[in-house]
């Protein structure tokens, strides 16, 4: 009989110390670091898809698509329409450049998008990251129609309104990248004159 109540408690006290486990992670995340400059604490605080998507067990279905739904609501789109009309030699720029968001930068406003630490684009890049899928030829692959453009958008502002528990940043939402930049982004991978499509 004391064989049935064994499992269940041990469950049941596994699940007690993750949870202490990570109240005391986070309570030490909290003392360890301190705002400066643009360096928030606000970092510090997961929402609820970073909580989700940080548990040891994946979201069910159900879940994911309740995130999903969320996080769509927070993607502003362009007001005026125009989501392509940047400057591709900028949005190679940003692509390239990781920088931004540390307490020694004064505004958040020249950030880069760090596109290359998982993203091949230009396909003379030598330097490019392979967590995320290749951009090559990202426009003369998948054209220009209205839905990827749109779809392209979104995944710029915000990667986890198309799933939840995405590696990708929320660019915009974020405030990693302005609209102004992923507009800039946005012409690299669909002009016809960038390297991403030659």
């Given at each position: 009989m004391k064989k049935?109540?064994?499992a269940p408690l041990a469950l049941c006290a596994s699940v007690a110390?993750?949870?202490?486990?990570?109240?005391r992670a986070e309570e030490m995340m909290l003392k360890s670091f301190k705002a400066?400059?643009?360096a928030s604490l606000d970092r510090q605080v997961r929402d609820e898809v970073q909580k989700a998507c940080s548990s040891p067990?994946?979201?069910?279905a159900a879940t994911m698509k309740r995130l999903e739904a969320a996080e769509m609501a927070t993607i502003k789109w362009p007001a005026d329409g125009n989501y392509t009309g940047g400057d591709w030699k900028e949005g190679a720029k940003i692509a390239i450049s990781g920088r931004g968001l540390t307490w020694t930068d004064k505004t958040p406003?020249?950030?880069?998008?760090?596109?290359?630490?998982?993203?091949?684009?230009?396909?003379?890049?030598?330097?490019?990251?392979?967590?995320?899928?290749?951009?090559?030829g990202y426009a003369k692959i998948r054209g220009n129609s209205d839905e990827i453009v749109k779809y392209?958008?979104?995944k710029l502002w915000n990667a986890k309104a198309y799933n939840a528990?995405?590696?990708?940043?929320?660019n915009g939402f974020g405030g990693i990248l302005t609209e102004?930049?992923?507009?800039h982004v946005m012409a690299y991978l669909f002009d016809p004159q960038s390297p991403v499509n030659q």
């Open positions: 049935l109540f064994i110390f993750a949870a202490d486990l990570e109240t400066n400059g643009i067990d994946q979201p069910d406003d020249n950030n880069g998008g760090g596109c290359y630490n998982c993203h091949a684009m230009d396909p003379k890049e030598v330097s490019a990251g392979t967590i995320g899928p290749s951009l090559v392209t958008w979104g528990c995405s590696n990708m940043p929320r102004e930049q992923i507009r």
